[in-house]
């Protein structure tokens, strides 16, 4: 019986299957399939895996970020990190004596990145501050990213000793 050159490894194959391990594998056979054993059955395994691997991760980034059950899952992230800054606004306050006109405006050059609504990342979307005459409000704009909507997401603290109002809800 005459084998083909590299047919004994077909039944590597099957760690294609495997997310993430099986576009390694993947690669390794579609490089041995081609390069060295010049295996066209060998090659596509190796494909196969690849292509796999990067539809399960594909799949998983947009049900992620594109769907909103997906970004629903953001929602606590959101609320703790809208809880942060509403404890950075209270303490510019204290410090300059009045509340910022924008989250920009905030002293901490490190907060930059929780300004970005975790939410709506893939929009670019940024938190919903407003300063009123006597205080402040501060939300999500939630899955739609239209504010004032019943939708939004606020932030969870105690929130009785602050400026921060919901005038909207």
């Known amino acids: 019986m005459n084998k083909k050159p590299g047919s004994h490894l077909y039944n590597r194959g099957w760690f294609g299957l495997i997310p993430l391990i099986g576009a390694f594998a993947g690669a390794w ?7 060295k054993y ?16 990067v539809l399960i991760y594909g ?7 594109h769907s909103d059950a997906g970004r629903a899952q953001f ?10 800054l509403v404890k950075d606004i209270e303490f510019h306050k204290l410090k300059h004596g009045v509340y910022p006109d ?4 905030m002293d901490n050059l490190s907060m930059s990145s929780y300004l970005s609504d975790p939410i709506s990342a893939r929009y670019g979307t940024k938190y919903y501050y407003e300063r009123l005459d006597s205080g402040y409000t ?17 932030p969870s603290l105690s929130l009785e000793k602050t400026g921060f109002l919901v005038p909207y809800k």
């Open 59 to 65: 799949s998983m980034f947009y049900y992620s970020f």
């Open 29 to 35: 056979l579609l490089l041995l399939g081609v390069f």
């Open 138 to 154: 501060l939300f999500s704009k939630g899955l739609d990213r239209i504010p004032k909507t019943k939708d939004d997401v606020y």
């Open 102 to 105: 924008s989250l920009k405006e």
């Open 75 to 84: 929602i606590p992230v959101a609320q703790s990190s809208l809880n942060s």
């Open 38 to 53: 010049k295996n066209t059955k060998l090659s596509l395994i190796g494909l196969g895996g690849i292509l796999l691997t």
